[in-house]
């Protein structure tokens, strides 16, 4: 440790404050920081701190994506070949699904850590560890053909347009990783929609039937999924979105930690069984009628809810403003998806309006404050 | 009278070095300091020379604002140095401790004063700069009126002092102070003690008990305050250290300045942490010369405790206010891979990201490390979670750092003080320094507001 520590230290020497590559520091320091934590000492305020920091929050977040994200990968294989016919070992389709994600990972890395790093630069600030989150997400939740360019200008627009034209970290309104699947959606619906898109190479299969089941329900078609099959992801979508089992395992990881918010988890829950069940006691078309529990665990829902509702800068703030934010977010979720054929998948749209939404609930939940301290300033100016 | 007042928001760090309940006696230190900087919202006026020989009880400096506020010598001696910074401020003015006389004030019939004879004594004697007043946690305002006196004998920080302990052997002096509080302001003395172990606090006659229930910062008077009456725009309101309240009460039956001082000194670098009687402003290196301090490695010295107190010498002085040194070593090393979740649970955590709550019986032992560098806010909810007032704190700090001065008062900066976010600070994801934005928001709002 000490022969690495010293190794870097003499790599850092022209980093540093008044050195030839001052400016660069922040490029350095990032690779440092992630071997070690520095060894900063406080200077004002309380003198010790907690062992947390981002980096470590942003790993335990990676850590609950893992399971979702190897299950997402093994899925991918076994859509692929079990559309092929013939058998196949589970090692099959998991070193097909890597091969097809481990690039998309890579690509959404390189261009938005090269980003990150180069407003880290231009602003003189330390990089920010939120993109080892946003930079995992992106790839989950597009489809696995996806061709690796798209991923790279989605992963573009969204670290520059939705979070560094804002401020960089902490001050983006939308959630980054939704914003980069938004704008591949409406840039390139050819490669994000449809009944092709879901299987991997199936452009090149004779006859595929891969329609994600909120797409087969929006078309009025006949779903052929059971039930369990639904909650454990062996169906067409998403790469990592299908198994709603893996995700509460993550979901799991993150409540226990402290790390996600089981408010607005619970509040999006309990906000799509609510608008479900009320669109099942319509039954006006095969998506009303669909059963509000089926409705939890088909398409991005779940995945949704528990990585990108409980995104903390672009959800609400407040407790209180969480449950309605939450709550908002299962409601919008099934309501996009039952009246908007063109749509199927609602969390998407449903998430990034309540994130246009979740500083009007704060401000309101704040307010509350403000006049509950303002009225006791006025009964006590009466009663003096 | 009692109330109860509980919450579950908060948190104990539970450290190693609390100091034992023994009272240990040391050689009084030889010199003794005044710092200015110790009184928030005081610029002060010299009223005494290098060089000059002074009684104990002579004051030594005023407030330029409010030249009846009187700081005064806590021995009589010679006025040794007066150490000054940048642009000629005034950091520290030294005593040297020799014999002498010692101002005695006449106190006329204790019981028949009025509020303004007490007033003039507290004034006249020096003792009016035990009084903080809310908002701000400035040097209370003499010619204010005040709605209420809060003394908090609950205390909740890290390796914080026993105060039953502390002045239980003074019981009556201590209630006399209580009475001249009372007659201060008659009716209104608050007295906030643990709910668990109220000790001989229990018995004191004229105040209203507070029975607090809840961790760290409940200790802190802005918690108790806000629970029993809140601070209102344009009121103001008394705060008073419970050593303080004895000093007062000596004070009266004396006629003579008191600045009796029993610090407990803890902290991991402390061998046998025990608690020594001392004055205000005492000599650091003459206290802790009997407490095995580890000096094979770097120590930080802390005039308070770890979350709030102020950073000092290992040759410095004690501060005004505090009943405290803490002692831990410097944290100026690195950790490998140590940002992993699980890695390093010796280290205490709030955040379930570390096995650390597993051993909170133990006590932690803990460095000035600061255990990541600081970030952007992303992290919500976890300030909430340690901040028991009816407040939004984040608010209320994105408030103070744009200056917004509307806001910050609707968000309630009359409510806190700096130290009310010592476990923001510590609790921070992102390490910012909540207790640094509060302060410049104080000032800010003292400079616009008044």
């Known amino acids: 440790m000490n022969f690495l520590r010293k190794k870097l230290d003499e790599i850092k020497r022209p980093f540093q404050k008044g050195e030839k590559f001052e400016k660069f520091a922040p490029a350095v320091n990032a690779f440092d920081t992630f071997l070690f934590v520095p060894n900063h000492t406080t200077k004002t305020g309380s003198h010790i701190r907690d062992a947390v920091d981002?980096?470590?929050?942003?790993?335990?977040?990676?850590?609950?994506?893992?399971?979702?994200?190897?299950?997402?990968?093994?899925?991918?294989?076994?859509?692929?070949?079990?559309?092929?016919?013939?058998?196949?070992?589970?090692?099959?389709?998991?070193?097909?699904?890597?091969?097809?994600?481990?690039?998309?990972?890579?690509?959404?890395?390189?261009?938005?850590?090269?980003?990150?790093?180069?407003?880290?630069?231009?602003?003189?600030?330390?990089?920010?560890?939120?993109?080892?989150?946003?930079?995992?997400?992106?790839?989950?939740?597009?489809?696995?053909?996806?061709?690796?360019?798209?991923?790279?200008v989605s992963v573009a627009f969204a670290v520059l347009i939705a979070k560094e034209a804002f401020g960089g970290t902490g001050m983006n309104i939308l959630n980054p990783a939704l914003t980069a699947r938004a704008f591949a959606f409406f840039a390139y619906p050819t490669y994000m929609s449809g009944n092709k898109v879901w299987v991997s190479e199936a452009s090149s299969m004779d006859g595929v039937s891969g329609e994600t089941i909120l797409g087969t329900l929006a078309a009025d078609g006949k779903v052929n999924y059971s039930i369990f099959e639904m909650f454990q992801g062996s169906i067409p979508g998403s790469i990592a979105e299908t198994s709603t089992l893996w995700i509460i395992v993550g979901a799991t990881i993150l409540i226990a930690t402290g790390i996600g918010s089981w408010r607005i988890m619970l509040g999006s829950v309990l906000g799509a069984a609510f608008m479900g069940f009320l669109f099942n006691l319509w039954g006006a078309n095969s998506l009303m009628s669909f059963s509000w529990m089926n409705h939890l665990v088909v398409g991005g829902f779940a995945f949704g809810v528990v990585f990108m509702a409980t995104d903390p800068v672009s959800a609400a703030q407040t407790a209180k403003g969480k449950w309605i934010y939450g709550i908002l977010v299962g409601i919008f979720c099934i309501m996009i998806r039952v009246f908007n054929p063109a749509y199927p998948e609602g969390v998407m749209l449903a998430i990034l309006l309540m994130n246009v939404f979740a500083p009007t609930i704060d401000h309101y939940v704040i307010q509350g404050n403000i006049n509950k301290r303002k009225k006791r300033w006025a009964s006590a100016l009466k009663t003096a | 009278m009692s109330t109860g007042i509980r919450t579950r928001r908060g948190?104990?760090?539970?450290?190693?070095?609390?100091?034992?309940?023994?009272?240990?006696?040391?050689?009084?230190?030889?010199?003794?300091?005044?710092?200015?900087?110790?009184?928030?919202?005081?610029?002060?006026?010299?009223?005494?020379?290098?060089?000059?020989?002074?009684?104990?009880?002579?004051?030594?400096?005023?407030?330029?604002?409010?030249?009846?506020?009187?700081?005064?010598?806590?021995?009589?001696?010679?006025?040794?140095?007066?150490?000054?910074?940048?642009?000629?401020?005034?950091?520290?003015?030294?005593?040297?401790?020799?014999?002498?006389?010692?101002?005695?004030?006449?106190?006329k019939q204790i019981d028949t004063l009025k509020p303004e004879e007490v007033l003039e004594i507290l004034l006249k004697s020096g003792a009016w700069a035990f009084f903080k007043q809310r908002p701000y946690g400035v040097v209370a305002d003499p010619k204010a009126d005040f709605k209420s006196i809060y003394i908090s004998a609950y205390s909740t920080g890290p390796l914080d002092v026993d105060f039953d302990f502390l002045l239980k052997n003074n019981k009556q002096d201590f209630q006399k102070g209580i009475s001249i509080l009372n007659q201060l302001?008659?009716?209104?003395?608050?007295?906030?003690?643990?709910?668990?172990?109220?000790?001989?606090?229990?018995?004191?006659?004229?105040?209203?008990?507070?029975?607090?229930?809840?961790?760290?910062?409940?200790?802190?008077?802005?918690?108790?305050?806000?629970?029993?009456?809140?601070?209102?725009?344009?009121?103001?309101?008394?705060?008073?250290?419970?050593?303080?309240?004895?000093?007062?009460?000596?004070?009266?039956?004396?006629?003579?300045?008191?600045?009796?001082?029993?610090?407990?000194?803890?902290?991991?670098?402390?061998?046998?942490?025990?608690?020594?009687?001392?004055?205000?402003?005492?000599?650091?290196?003459?206290?802790?010369?009997?407490?095995?301090?580890?000096?094979?490695?770097?120590?930080?010295?802390?005039?308070?405790?770890?979350?709030?107190?102020?950073?000092?010498?290992?040759?410095?002085?004690?501060?005004?206010?505090?009943?405290?040194?803490?002692?831990?070593?410097?944290?100026?090393?690195?950790?490998?891979?140590?940002?992993?979740?699980?890695?390093?649970?010796?280290?205490?955590?709030?955040?379930?990201?570390?096995?650390?709550?597993?051993?909170?019986?133990?006590?932690?032992?803990?460095?000035?490390?600061?255990?990541?560098?600081?970030?952007?806010?992303?992290?919500?909810?976890?300030?909430?979670?340690?901040?028991?007032?009816?407040?939004?704190?984040?608010?209320?700090?994105?408030?103070?750092?744009?200056?917004?001065?509307?806001?910050?008062?609707?968000?309630?900066?009359?409510?806190?003080?700096?130290?009310?976010?010592?476990?923001?600070?510590?609790?921070?994801?992102?390490?910012?320094?909540?207790?640094?934005?509060?302060r410049e928001g104080i000032e800010l709002m003292i400079k616009e507001v008044g």
Not at chain 1, 92 to 103: E, V
Not at chain 2, 33 to 57: H, T
Not at chain 2, 80 to 102: C, F, P, S, Y
Not at chain 2, 371 to 393: C, H, Q, S, W
């Open chain 2, 11 to 107: 948190a104990k760090i539970n450290l190693k070095g609390g100091a034992e309940k023994i009272l240990h006696n040391t050689i009084p230190s030889e010199t003794y300091a005044l710092k200015p900087d110790n009184f928030f919202g005081i610029v002060p006026r010299l009223m005494a020379k290098e060089g000059e020989k002074i009684a104990g009880g002579a004051p030594v400096f005023h407030a330029k604002h409010n030249p009846e506020i009187l700081f005064v010598s806590p021995v009589s001696g010679t006025i040794k140095e007066i150490r000054r910074g940048a642009k000629r401020k005034i950091l520290e003015i030294i005593v040297d401790a020799q014999n002498g006389d010692t101002i005695t004030h006449e106190i």
């Open chain 1, 54 to 152: 981002l980096k470590r929050t942003m790993v335990t977040v990676i850590i609950a994506l893992l399971p979702a994200l190897v299950y997402g990968i093994y899925n991918t294989g076994y859509q692929h070949f079990s559309q092929l016919g013939g058998d196949f070992s589970f090692l099959d389709a998991f070193i097909h699904g890597a091969w097809k994600i481990i690039p998309m990972i890579v690509v959404s890395y390189v261009v938005g850590l090269s980003i990150e790093f180069a407003f880290a630069v231009y602003r003189g600030h330390e990089v920010n560890e939120g993109y080892l989150v946003t930079g995992l997400l992106i790839p989950m939740i597009m489809p696995v053909d996806i061709p690796l360019w798209m991923v790279a």
């Open chain 2, 185 to 438: 302001l008659p009716g209104k003395v608050n007295l906030g003690v643990d709910a668990n172990f109220k000790g001989f606090f229990e018995n004191v006659e004229g105040v209203n008990l507070l029975s607090i229930s809840g961790a760290h910062p409940a200790g802190n008077v802005s918690f108790q305050i806000q629970k029993n009456d809140p601070i209102n725009v344009g009121e103001k309101v008394l705060e008073i250290r419970p050593e303080d309240v004895l000093n007062i009460g000596l004070l009266f039956s004396t006629g003579q300045y008191h600045a009796h001082r029993t610090i407990a000194v803890a902290g991991g670098s402390v061998g046998n942490p025990r608690y020594i009687t001392a004055k205000i402003g005492a000599e650091i290196n003459s206290l802790t010369k009997d407490f095995d301090i580890d000096d094979s490695i770097q120590n930080r010295f802390i005039n308070g405790n770890v979350l709030s107190g102020a950073t000092v010498a290992s040759n410095g002085y004690l501060n005004f206010y505090n009943n405290l040194l803490t002692v831990i070593p410097e944290g100026n090393d690195y950790r490998l891979f140590g940002w992993l979740p699980f890695v390093d649970n010796k280290i205490p955590s709030l955040s379930k990201t570390s096995f650390s709550w597993l051993f909170k019986n133990k006590g932690y032992e803990v460095n000035t490390n600061l255990n990541g560098e600081e970030r952007a806010l992303v992290v919500t909810g976890e300030m909430e979670k340690v901040f028991p007032m009816d407040i939004y704190p984040m608010q209320l700090l994105k408030a103070c750092m744009a200056g917004d001065i509307e806001k910050m008062e609707a968000l309630g900066i009359y409510e806190v003080v700096p130290e009310d976010f010592g476990l923001i600070d510590y609790a921070s994801t992102s390490k910012i320094e909540a207790q640094e934005i509060i």
